[in-house]
């Protein structure tokens, strides 16, 4: 049972530069969301999507886009990379909503020069 | 002011001692309120949800308290494995918004 998967774990890419992290779930799950995780920041909403179709800013969307075209996945694009989006990204499902406990995923952790 | 706010820690108890975390929401209109566990470069995995009339599970026990807007853990007979980051999360139609966690490390 793979729950949610994340790929890459590690990326390191060079400012203005563009990539995709992939997220995918098997458990049928409605819910998606992003997170990144800072320092002393704790986890902060990019975007989350209800259903396949449908998404949503988080409390730091900018720089970042999303798709859902099926239920299973969510990736999430950095247009142009700077090195404010060094994080560690953290996707999570859950079955109807943000209200539910969340599956995370291991994360990606990203690194911008 | 942050939504969420905890005590970042880090505490130092020894093993079996009982630590307490608290948690301060500002979102009135927040619905449900969970505490998570993340340990080192790893993924946060739930601990418990937390329920207005307390609930408890083995050595924890979660508290809610609405009226201050507050959420506490307890732990109790602490166990070097409990070493971690505790996020407190509270959600609000659908968004989750995690306080920035409270560290606790437990020493033989």
């Known amino acids: 049972n793979a729950g949610v998967t994340q790929t890459p774990k590690f990326q390191v890419l060079k400012t203005g530069q563009s990539m995709t992290l992939q997220c995918a779930q098997d458990m049928n799950h409605e819910y998606m969301s992003w997170y990144r995780q800072d320092p002393g920041m704790g986890l902060r909403l990019i975007h989350y999507?209800?259903?396949?179709?449908?998404?949503d800013q988080g409390e730091v969307p900018n720089g970042y886009n999303v798709s859902r075209s099926t239920t299973e996945d969510f990736p999430l694009r950095l247009l142009s990379a700077a090195p404010s989006q060094t994080s560690v990204y953290f996707c999570a499902s859950s079955p109807i909503g943000g209200d539910q406990p969340q599956h995370f995923g291991d994360g990606t952790r990203l690194s911008i020069l | 002011r942050k939504e969420v706010e905890q005590d970042p820690g880090p505490f130092n108890v020894p093993e079996g001692a009982t630590v307490a975390f608290n948690c301060t929401y500002s979102n009135s209109a927040s619905q449900s309120f969970f505490w998570y566990r993340q340990d080192c470069r790893k993924e946060p995995k739930l601990l418990m949800s937390v329920y207005s009339s307390g609930n408890e599970d083995g050595r924890f026990t979660a508290q809610l308290n609405r009226a201050s807007q507050y959420i506490s853990l307890l732990i109790r007979d602490s166990k070097l494995s409990d070493s971690a980051t505790y996020l407190c999360v509270c959600t609000s139609y659908g968004k989750l918004t995690f306080g920035q966690g409270t560290i606790l490390t437990v020493h033989p």
């Open positions: 999507s209800v259903g396949a179709g449908i998404t």
